[in-house]
């Protein structure tokens, strides 16, 4: 097809959340097919899940909320692709719907931000830590535990990444832990106090890493979105999500997949599952092994899903 190939310049639609991290992260883009050649406007929206503030994620429908929206600009035609953080990306598309494009990642690890102290181990007594995702709850309710701390407090922690900051700047928290990629993408690197390394705070599926979503059926946006791809991220991600996927890919469920490229040129995948009822203790899997495609990634991600249900991880029934 004469549109396949890269240096057609297209006229395009980003289709983007509104929140200054999406704003950054679709401009990120644009800036890229613009050298590019291509002609690019944005199109904001706001999704449910911007709407939400009141309530924790994973019990108002999930990950899909921050994605809808802007799938349904995609189909109207309204864009022609959607910037997303991959990690509030559904592990299964809807039909007609693809990802032509996994960037390269952002650090992919958790970050501590506090006026106070730059880690757990220093918190004043019957401190107040903030955070939104069930799986860092879990982790940090460890951490703490190996620390005899059953004072500190863990409380939820929602909003986009300037709410989240100025709750903890109101005093609301005494510490905070979010994402290290969305400070350091809006410059606000130096507000990290200390960084999780995974042995400790077990990255989510995708975190750091930005996907872009088309509908199926493009090969002229596939091909004006090769040159953006960065294939060792994308086999990373891929090894994470199917963990997810395997396991119900619910965000009611603290669930963390992480996978990381060794030195001698192997993927390292590792994962970690909570029971959303039981007891704090995660259950962990991991499997280094050779992967050159995506099938071998997704297929490592299968393995390390099944070593967790072979441990006694369940598979969440699926999402409402
Ligand atoms: N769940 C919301 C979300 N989705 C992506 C990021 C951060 C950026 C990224 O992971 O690419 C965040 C904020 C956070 O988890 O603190």
Known sequence: ????????????????????????????????LEQRGHKVTLLGMTTRGDQILDRTLSKVGGKGLFVKE???????????????????????????????????????????????????????????????????VVLLREALARMGRDDVRIEPLRGNLDTRLRKLDDGQYHAIVLAAAGLKRLGLGERIRSIFEPESSLP????????????????????????????????????????????????????????RWQPDGRLMLEAAWGDPEGPAALLRASETV????????????????LALRAKGARVASSQA
């Open 1 to 32: 097809m004469s549109h396949s190939n890269p240096d057609t310049p297209l006229s395009l639609t980003i289709a983007t959340r509104e929140s200054r991290l999406a704003l950054w992260q679709a401009e990120h883009v644009k800036a890229l």
């Open 70 to 136: 802007l799938e349904v600009a995609l189909e109207e035609g309204r864009a022609d692709i959607a910037v997303h953080s991959l990690k509030d990306v559904p592990m299964e598309l809807p039909a007609g719907f693809e990802l032509a494009c996994v960037m390269e990642r952002e650090d992919p690890r958790d970050a501590w931000v506090s006026p106070l102290c730059a880690g757990l181990e220093a918190l004043p007594p019957g401190a107040v830590v903030g955070t939104s995702s069930l799986r860092r």
């Open 204 to 259: 989510a599926a995708g975190q750091g890493a930005l996907g872009i979503e088309i509908r199926s059926g493009r090969p002229d946006l596939v091909a004006a979105l090769a040159p953006l791809v960065h294939q060792p991220t994308w086999l990373c991600v891929a090894a994470e999500r199917m963990v997810s996927r395997a396991l119900g890919g619910s965000c009611s469920v603290p669930l963390a997949a992480h996978a």
């Open 290 to 305: 050779a992967v050159q495609t995506l099938d071998e990634a997704e297929a490592l991600g299968e393995r390390v899903a």
